[in-house]
């Protein structure tokens, strides 16, 4: 570990824990930690000065929705066949890398529908082995048979190979006994939280967003068992039907929320419910770009066409709302998946204050990954995950996209801009 002590000079910091900008603030740095933070701070001699004046300094930003198991967004539909786990444990760490170097220090796996080891990836990089953003991860997705965690759906046209494949996918299954177990093993491999696919979805072709995918036999073995191991659980849902149900099973967060009302936007206030809603995948919905859309798969071009007016009145419910949001990207298709700064234009060109949204990707998210004992603030203490930044923070939509500073644990990492990303 190192002893050595770096003072970082800002020209703004935003520290995570109120909604402003302190000018001229400086971050004592020891080691992997932060020491202190203020102005004019004593620092012993040999101290190395970081001159960041030129900058708007940040906590390190946290994506809390992300697949990473991809070099590339468009193999996402040949994954079922053409992929093998060692492929996607390569990929898994490419996208930890690059996210770092896009000033994302951490970043939440989702899980995947067979295996990729990212408990691996995550363990080597916590090790210090590999340099990349720190990963939360939930290694498998559960669902049930044809639902939106099922990607046999891809290959139905040939039941055989479909049935053999749906038994390879280790969080797939049915009743609850299946659900009870597979908590269980997740738990014992390591799971930081379970993810369920609750709801259908837009790029599976054979589901629909509303859909309820899981009877309440088996949401309350998931909840049940989950409760039993402390383990918290959210899920993939869409549509308000599902969205009440799953806080009356008392789940500790949801993804998506996509086709948001009124009444359950006041249910996710009123008990604490966290929302990461990951607008990126669905903003060319909300703001129509016939290029990104023609990228997207049939089934999802056509799915966003049904559901577009619901999605740009949920938009604006879950905008005006007070409910604690995370902030995470969900790229499948159109961006690559370390795009992570996507998700700020998304949100700013949707109406959210800049603040909030910075909030998301930090505070929040840090305590959305429970994780927030060790960073999402710049405060002492924590480790000293830091990210810099020219663009204005409060007007450029573009402004997450161009890192020009990384710190992760007190180590200083290239930072590079993903404006042009093909």
């Known amino acids: 570990m190192s002893d050595k002590w770096i003072k970082i000079l800002c020209g703004k910091l935003y520290t995570g824990l109120e909604a402003r900008f302190l000018e001229h603030a400086e971050i004592l740095v020891h080691g992997q930690y932060i020491e202190e933070v203020g102005s004019n701070l004593p620092c012993p001699e040999g101290t190395e000065i970081l001159d960041l004046s030129h900058l708007t300094v940040t906590p390190g930003m946290i994506d809390a929705h992300m697949h990473p198991e991809f ?32 000033g994302f220090t951490t970043i939440r796996s989702m899980g995947w529908f067979r295996e ?23 290694p498998h997705l559960l669902g049930t048979t044809g639902s939106h965690a099922d990607m046999t759906q891809t290959v139905r046209s040939n039941p055989v190979l479909c049935d053999f494949m749906e038994h390879q996918y280790s969080g797939l299954g049915n009743g609850p006994d299946f659900f009870t177990a597979a908590v269980r093993r997740e738990k014992k ?19 629909d967003p509303d859909d309820i995918q899981l009877n309440d036999a088996e949401f309350k073995a998931i909840f049940d068992t ?12 869409y549509g308000p039907r599902l969205m009440k149900k799953l806080i009356g099973f008392g ?41 990104k859309m023609a990228q997207k798969s049939p089934e999802f071009q056509r799915k966003l066409g049904i559901y577009q007016e619901q999605m ?111």
């Open 251 to 291: 789940i500790t967060g949801i993804e998506h929320g996509s086709l948001m009302d009124e009444e359950s936007a006041e249910m996710f206030e009123q008990t604490g419910t966290y929302l990461v809603p990951t607008f990126s995948p669905f903003h060319e919905a909300i703001y129509p770009d016939p290029k």
């Open 71 to 102: 070099f590339n967004w468009r193999d996402v539909y040949s994954d079922t066949i053409y992929n093998s786990d060692g492929y996607r444990t390569l990929a898994t760490y490419c996208t930890a890398e690059r996210a770092l170097h896009g």
């Open 189 to 207: 491999l390591g799971a930081d939280f379970i993810k369920i696919m609750a709801t259908g979805g837009f790029a599976t072709p054979y589901d």
């Open 116 to 138: 990729s080891y990212e408990l691996d990836v995550k363990r080597a990089i916590n090790e210090g082995y590999l340099p990349g953003a720190r990963l939360v991860v939930a």
């Open 312 to 422: 740009q009145k949920g938009r604006k419910i879950i905008v005006d709302s007070h409910i604690k949001l995370g902030y995470g990207t969900d790229f499948v298709a159109a961006y690559q998946n370390y795009e992570s700064g996507m998700e700020f234009r998304c949100m700013m060109e949707s109406g959210m204050d800049a603040f909030r949204i910075l909030q998301a990707a930090t505070k929040n998210n840090a305590e959305i990954c429970e994780i927030d004992s060790i960073t999402g603030t710049i405060e002492k203490g924590k480790y000293a995950d830091i990210a810099g930044w020219k663009r204005n923070l409060l007007t450029d939509k573009d402004a997450l996209r161009d890192c020009s500073f990384v710190m992760k644990e007190g180590t200083v990492y290239e930072a590079k801009s993903y404006l042009n990303v093909e």
């Open 226 to 237: 989950a409760r039993e191991l402390r383990i918290p659980v959210t899920a993939h849902a």
